[in-house]
């Protein structure tokens, strides 16, 4: 196997919008390398990717001062789901929803945004990441 | 050395119950595939392994929502603890504190939980996470 | 390339002075390891570094309590910023702002501390990270 074509695994925990950016432009990042990359939606990551939710405010992380925070909404970037269907149009990536945490919101697949592939346990997450990078966001 | 032997290294500096069950789970879900598994305890990670405080209520992260608390907590998991203690039964699973941080809580080994296996200094745990991967909780 | 080579990148979310300070052990840990160091500043973390601000109160992660913070305040350490100068003393160690972050921002790299050594993007910097480890913090 060769070094780019290792995966790219991202743990996803926390549900906040900046968080959320800065995970996907990883995404992008490495998809666009030819990488592939996989996403494990948990606890406050997956309640942000139930339908018709995604779009809504998942405010910031709690640490963003009353400085920071006006700066960080006012920027025109892409909506992190909008940086997630460019990374899966340019390459392989898998987003799979934890197992757990399904079952900690009481969520089956049909309340999840179709942009979710599917639902995993952490054994098979952590079988896909195999020997690549495994970054908790 | 074979790929499912690298060690998974987890730094863990979050108190939080909710995170340091999300680390519990990687942690079982690698001793299970039969990696070593490197946990180094730092800041509020490691004042949750206090002797006698383990099972305190140790907060959800401050992301949590008035409307998301509520479901996690109601969640009839395992604690995290016990988590910890299955991963030790089937794998090799050493959880070490960050020495710096017992000297910045003023601790001895004699204050933690017994399910700590020793302390250690950041050179060390570099060494122990060899090539494999390294998580930040 | 021998184990001890491979990189080791850190990409800097958080900016508050606990979770820098964390970084910063990591990576003086891995420059005194002969590892190259990567460091990569978004948001928050890119924020605190800017010229002039670095040495200011950039608060705790909101997970501390009452308790924890003043125990976490009071610890006579290295300022986080001088352990980064001792990473690039003794190692390679190299630290870029983000080039999304500094459009956020509105910053120029003359806005920043001299410590920070450029500006990159998302692709230079996953390709500097190569089969390293990457970690968020």
Known sequence: MEEQEKPLSLVLFSGTDDKLTAASVLAVGAAAMGRPVNIFLQYYAL????????????RLSPEATDAQAPVVRAHPGQHWSELLRQAKDVGE?????????MDMFHLRKADLDPIVDGI?????????????????I
Chains 1, 2, 3 share one sequence.
């Open 120 to 136: 995993q346990g952490v054994a098979a997450f952590m079988a896909s990441a195999s020997d690549g990078q495994v970054v908790f």
């Open 47 to 58: 309640d942000a990717f139930r339908a018709g939710r995604v779009n809504d405010d998942h």
């Open 93 to 101: 990536v898998d987003i799979q929803a934890c197992a757990l945490s």
